[in-house]
């Protein structure tokens, strides 16, 4: 198997950079590595594992060459230049929502839905981040039983939305400290929010990404369909809320599930205890502080339903940059060696 | 209406100093104000709207005279002395878990189910701050069609931990802030933990309370067992997961209602806009920061659901020290008078 030529495209922004650390940290047979970002970074200089490498500009670079292409610099850029990549023999793995629900492009959840990916006409769409944490869980649950609907709730951490959302919350955070314990009597001062509707900082906003339809947000509706798409399962029925969190890494979604048949916590437990890319914990709670940095999903809380009997309840954190994003797409480029 | 002697039990607390707050705004017929706390803060003064007032020690007091008695020290302590205060004639409102599952204690929370405290036999109890929240929106939706189930995720403030809870958010924020921005690559200085089992500082805990059954809090437990009794629906299906989130005050709720005959997104609004206590935001998020100092739980995100047509999803959330507690028991006192 000869080694590939790999190209990061967005490889200045939080989930490229973690793309190159990943690299950097597997076995992966890289050839030689290139990294493109929008004409404002280009010409800055990233040290990695193979030496400096000089960042060039997206819009004028030649895609010739390149094996295979990450892309992770916002749908505009992937639908502008994925297929002049694709075109020129590359294999573009695409972070963003550009082409994820084009029936001709899987959408492959690594250690779930592998086999997804042998069908291709030149992009594989890596799925939403909070999609993608909560799918390590149910994907085994379904498969051992077969998953009937899902609601769920998450707690989005603000590099989700990139270094904006990391700036705006330290930004905040800094800005509402002074007044915090005297916060709880009522009356702090506006930190101004430019990239949330309300403030983060020490808050939590029910609203992510913009509205859609019906009062559900891209990122809720995402949730819904990418859900359904990678379970194989058109009639799955989802109850989404997304949620914004203080929290700098790692999202976590608190979920109920329900299957054709009844599963109890021992059967759960199993079940993702076998699973691969996920730790189950017991002894202790996941937390997304917990999951930071690392590659395994956290599954905790697992408990029988209380309401009606037969489902199960529980949470699952991770971290949003790595598995929610870089690293299920070095996984997708992994799966084509 | 002759005026009241009113007595504040655990007057040197978050709720208790929220208490006192909230009797010097409202128009409540105050005779006479005594504040009692432990003997670790007996002799301290608090300025009020009527004089300064020297904090009694509990254990020493004698209740003789008290007509109404706010008790918000710990359910231990309610145990210990709301009787003697019972025996010598007054009605005890309080705030602790103790006495909200007996049989003869109502379990009130204002403008929900009032008629309840009409028939006490000298102690009404205040809910938990969490399904006080959630039963400020679902109450009026239950009144209309009958509330059949409903799926909790809470995003509860550390205030609800009481002083403890705050200190703790604060001291670990301050102690997390220098690595923030480098968090995002994994590896964080361990700010240690007092009160939670995880650090709350920019992070979420899911897990609130302690285990008491199944895997399930004593946190969400009451959120179950306390809305079948508000509501009265003994077999109210609920599937609780309470989570704790690094916002000083504002406990939220995203749910999931169904209920015994289809409710439509416009009747919901409506139910909701002629409820009392409670404002529907529907151009803004309404967050925690948002509820801080307000008396009304506020509501938002009230969509139709996806999955099974004919629920409603939505989000409530209220100031966790005022009618999620401290607010609610001065109610309850207005509705003795």
Redesign the interface.
Known sequence: MSDKAVAVVGATG?VGR?MV?ILEERDYPLGSLRLLASERSAGSVVETKWGSIEVEDLSTADPTGVDVALFSAGGERSRAHAGSFVAAGAVVIDNSSAFRMDANVPLVVVQVNDAAAEHHEGIIANPNCTTMTLMMAAGPLHRAAGLR?V?A?S?QAV?GSGRQG?EEL?RQ??AL?PG??T??????ADPGSKLY???IG??????AGSEVE???TDEEMKL?NESRKILEIDDL?????C?R??????H?V?T?LRFERPVD?EEAVEVLNDASGIEVWSD???????S???DAVLV?????????PG?I?L?V?G?N?RKGAALNAVQIAELLV
């Open positions: 939080s973690t650390s609907s609601v709730s707690y590099s990391v330290v955070a800094d400290r915090l314990e916060l709880i009597r009522g009356g702090w509707p309300r403030p020490f808050n939590v906003v029910p609203f019906g009062g559900y819904v029925l989802v109850e989404p809320t949620v969190v203080p929290v700098m890494v790692g976590g608190s109920t916590v202790q709670v996941p937390t997304p502080l917990d930071a940095g690392l905790g809380r697992i408990r029988a339903t209380l309401g009606e489902g309840n949470w954190v971290d940059l």
